[in-house]
């Protein structure tokens, strides 16, 4: 997910531009860029790192323009260098674009352009779009646009000037957002309207497929078939503090909210159907040394290592590999017995903790193969693993990991998918994991639609001390994740276990002053959870059952239920953590406590 301005009007453009980039930073700070327009001329910086390092870099530079474009990139395609941050341009250096979303096809439009003698820069997707409109530029600059959006697969939000027209900025929208800020006598356009409250609070949202000329004091919107769209101008309410939120009241909200899209990102163009698989680029070119791997150890650190559990279950049904999860922490001081049939995978959205990447330099001496599942692209962890799959969830900014542990368990999914159809997986099998992972945005939705009823269950069960999870199978480790959201934003003490352990010692803790939250969905194992149930409920503990939408016989044995939709055994980890996520939220927010920076913790745990 990656931030941009673009601004044409009266003033100077880049103080604008970069103010505006600055309330963008959540959305990614690998790398920014500017490209300005004055006098028939194209000025630009770019720098790597936090959006303060470009600005050092403009200070005392004499060039400034009324016409320009900003970027801050979250990268998805090459690392954060300056060459591959955008803004990115056209051979001759007359046309400058910045990019938000993924360009699926690029590969094929770079092979072509560079047999028209283009030539590149970056590694970046995005870096063929300056280089096709400048293929397709006879003087109208929305024209050249429009012909090269229309060679494009995968989603796109941009914004386009040329030195040649200075008049005006082109702006276009397919599954990234972008909205323009209308001004008096200057007009904005930004992947989030926080990037241009300080100026305007009327806006216009563009939808998907619609491309705009804005000058800077008119603009027009049109369809990709040049039909001209019927504006509305919306008022902002939000404040600047909110609006960087997307006008949620913290991140974390934002984040759980974005979860249904982060699945949707973390699948896109990596399904395969038809054949039952899936295509993992970042897996190429160690394909056919993982079909020679027979054990798997995945390392990682808290929500990551959770993730990794479920990731367990999933390998070891699916795939039929040996399958073990270690604390990164105390990995590197066992005797682990790796060598080059073990496959090591590094689950880590940040990409920098250090125990996690201790583990792996400690796996690769000893010669076994290195994955990471990474969200930070050109994160420590992702340049040292041998290979890796990118999450694609976006920047994760709440301390409390929530879309990055769904995509975890999404990229597991996949990863599950093309380790099995490499061994014994059928392919109806494969088919039904994908159709069913398919399925998740949708049921997601449908729980995030019901969270006024987490709301209220989370205000009842605000005031007590202690907490219990239970879990079976591929649920049992959401237990822990669900304990451990609890207890590090609302600093409750909260444990989770497998179901059947909690009758080895820790029942003796079970009374009405300590609930228990058990995740039963109607699985395998459903009976034998209800069995623990009926022993908390002799002992007097009260008990929240989340399990699947339609199981009346749980509201015979719990004091509350939160219900899910029906979904592979495998896959329901996905849809089951999203309440757990929202309850340990609303408890938190009830407590009056900061739930996006809680108390003790950093986001990235870079420290041994
Ligand atoms: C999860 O909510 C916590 N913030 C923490 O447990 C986190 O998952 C852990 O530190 C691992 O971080 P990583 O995924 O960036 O490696």
């Not at 590094?346 to 400690?362: C, M, N, V, Y």
Request: include cysteine; hydrophobic fraction near 40%; charged fraction near 30%.
């Amino acid at each position: 997910m990656c931030g941009i301005v673009g601004y044409i009007g009266k003033k100077d453009a880049e103080n604008t531009l970069i103010e505006g980039l600055k309330r963008l930073e959540y959305r990614g700070y690998d790398s920014s860029g500017i490209a300005l327009v004055q006098n028939k001329k194209m000025f630009s910086e770019k720098a790597i790192g936090k959006i303060i390092n470009l600005e050092e870099k403009l200070s005392g530079k004499k060039f400034s323009g009324n016409v320009g474009i900003c970027h801050t990139r979250w990268a998805t395609h090459g690392k954060p260098t300056k060459e591959n941050a955008h803004p990115h341009f056209s051979c001759d250096g007359d046309i400058a674009v910045v990019h938000n979303g993924i360009i699926e096809n690029y590969q094929t439009l770079r092979d072509d352009l560079k047999k028209k003698g283009h030539k590149f820069l970056s590694e970046t997707d995005s870096e063929v779009l300056p280089h096709l409109i400048e293929d397709f530029y006879k003087g109208d600059l929305r024209e050249a646009v429009l012909k090269a959006l229309k060679c494009v697969q995968g989603t796109y939000g941009i914004a386009v000037v040329s030195s040649k027209n200075p008049d005006e900025m082109i702006a276009a929208r397919k599954g990234s957002p972008l909205v323009l800020g209308v001004g008096n006598g200057e007009n904005f356009v930004a992947s989030d309207v926080a990037a241009i409250l300080g100026y305007t609070n009327q806006v216009v949202y563009l939808n998907d497929g619609e491309i705009a000329r804005v000058a800077s004091d008119d603009f027009q919107i049109t369809d990709m078939d040049n039909q001209q769209i019927k504006c509305e101008i919306n008022k902002i309410e939000w404040s600047l503090e909110e609006s960087q939120k997307g006008g949620h009241e913290h991140f974390m909200l934002k984040e759980i909210l974005e979860q249904p899209k982060v699945v949707v990102d973390s699948t896109r163009g990596r399904l395969l159907p038809d054949e039952g698989s899936v295509k993992l680029g970042g897996l190429e070119e160690v394909e056919e040394d993982l079909r020679k791997i027979e054990k798997i150890i995945i390392v990682a650190c808290g929500t990551a290592r959770y993730a990794g559990l479920v990731g367990e279950y999933m390998l070891e049904e699916y795939a039929e590999i040996p399958t073990e999860v270690e604390f990164a922490s105390e990995f590197r001081y066992r005797k682990p017995i790796v060598d080059e049939r073990t496959a090591i995978i590094a689950i880590s959205q940040s990409g920098e903790t250090a125990d996690t990447l201790a583990a792996i330099r400690e796996a690769k001496r000893k010669g076994a193969l290195t994955l990471g599942i990474v969200n930070v692209v050109g994160s420590t962890i992702a340049r040292e693993t041998d290979a890796g799959v990118y999450n694609h969830a976006g920047p994760e900014i709440a301390v409390a990991s929530t879309k990055a542990f769904t995509s975890q368990l999404t990229v597991l999914a996949l990863i599950t998918i093309l380790l099995g159809r490499q061994r014994n997986m059928s392919l109806d099998t494969g088919k039904k994991i994908i159709e069913e992972l398919e399925a998740l945005p949708e049921k997601i939705e449908i729980i995030l639609k019901n969270k006024v009823d987490i709301k209220k269950l989370s205000e009842k069960y605000s005031k007590y001390s202690d907490f219990m999870y239970l879990g079976r199978k591929y649920c049992f480790p959401l237990a822990e994740e669900g304990a451990l959201k609890l207890k590090e934003i609302s600093y409750i003490h909260s444990e989770g276990f497998p179901a059947g352990e909690m009758k080895h010692g820790s029942i003796a803790l079970i009374d009405e002053d300590f609930p228990v939250v058990c995740v039963a969905p109607k699985d395998s194992v459903y009976e034998k959870n209800i069995s623990n149930v009926e022993e908390i409920r002799a002992r007097k503990g009260k008990i929240i059952i989340l399990t699947t939408q339609g199981n009346k016989e749980a509201e015979k044995v719990a004091d509350d239920i939160i219900y899910i939709p029906d979904a592979l055994e495998m896959l329901t980890p996905i849809l089951a953590v999203v309440p757990l996520q929202l309850f340990a939220y609303y408890v938190s927010s009830f407590r009056g406590l900061d739930v996006d920076k809680p108390r003790n913790l950093a986001k990235s745990v870079t420290v041994e």
